[in-house]
């Protein structure tokens, strides 16, 4: 079964200090892994794709990771502020499945404080 | 703006009324997946389309729910007969993609949230 795992579910943090969400996948044949953010009442905005050929994308201070290998992303997020407060999720796109090619997580809640 | 569009934003009505969202997607994205999300999960798919042609329904989506593109441009998602169980953001999202492979930028339009009392 297609699933995406996300972790933690939510995290709080010091505003300036980093941290690294994950994302565990069994989505098969594999396309791309997407992050996004999510702000609270709002639609999610794209961080970044990946597609099996990458390991590594940065967008600012947001750097996504992938080992297609292991089947695992990391989203690490440096000098952390208070606007990364959201959700980030990561979907990942399969090549001919269900839902449209697209496999959502739940998503982590980042909080980050002063 | 040239983003998704989604109205209404926000719907508050009553159990066992029927409402309708419009989604607008960006011109030419010939792609456009409707999502349901509740409070503290991430987007659930409920159906998606090709141009004008609905492709896949989920199993969420009841015989109260219907979707439609009929020009292959904006789509409109009917609840009838609401729940309470109903209420949630109805996202919006659309794309550009060649065939069943989806490797283009995915674009949210900011969600429709609908509270049924």
């Known amino acids: 079964k297609n699933q995406v795992e996300q972790s933690p579910q939510s995290l709080i943090i010091l505003e300036g200090k980093n941290c690294t969400l994950q994302c565990n996948y069994t989505v098969s044949p594999f396309s791309n892994l997407r992050w996004y953010k999510q702000d609270t009442g709002r639609g999610p905005v794209s961080l970044t794709i990946m597609t099996f050929s990458e390991n590594t994308k940065s967008n600012g201070r947001y750097t996504a990771t992938l080992d297609a290998d292991t089947k695992q992303s990391s989203l690490h997020i440096t000098a952390s502020q208070l606007s990364d407060s959201a959700s980030y999720i990561c979907?990942?796109?399969?090549?001919?499945?269900?839902?449209?090619?697209?496999?959502f997580g739940k998503g982590t809640k980042l909080s980050v404080k002063p | 703006d040239t983003g998704v569009s989604q109205n209404p934003r926000h719907k508050i009505t009553k159990r066992g009324q029927n409402v309708t969202f419009r989604c607008d997607p960006i011109?030419?994205?010939?792609?456009l997946y409707w999502y349901r999300q509740t409070l503290g999960q991430g987007p659930e798919f409920l159906t998606y389309?090709?141009?004008?042609?609905?492709?896949?329904k989920s199993r969420l989506l009841s015989d109260r729910f219907s979707a439609e593109r009929p020009k292959g441009s904006f789509s409109t998602l009917e609840i009838q007969r609401t729940e309470q169980g109903d209420s949630a953001m109805y996202l919006c999202a659309s794309t550009i993609t060649g065939g069943r492979r989806n490797t283009g930028e995915l674009f949210f339009g900011e969600g429709s949230r609908l509270t049924v009392l």
């Open positions: 979907v990942v796109s399969g090549d001919g499945g269900s839902q449209g090619n697209l496999i």
């Open positions: 389309f090709q141009n004008e042609a609905q492709l896949e």
């Open positions: 011109s030419e994205h010939n792609r």
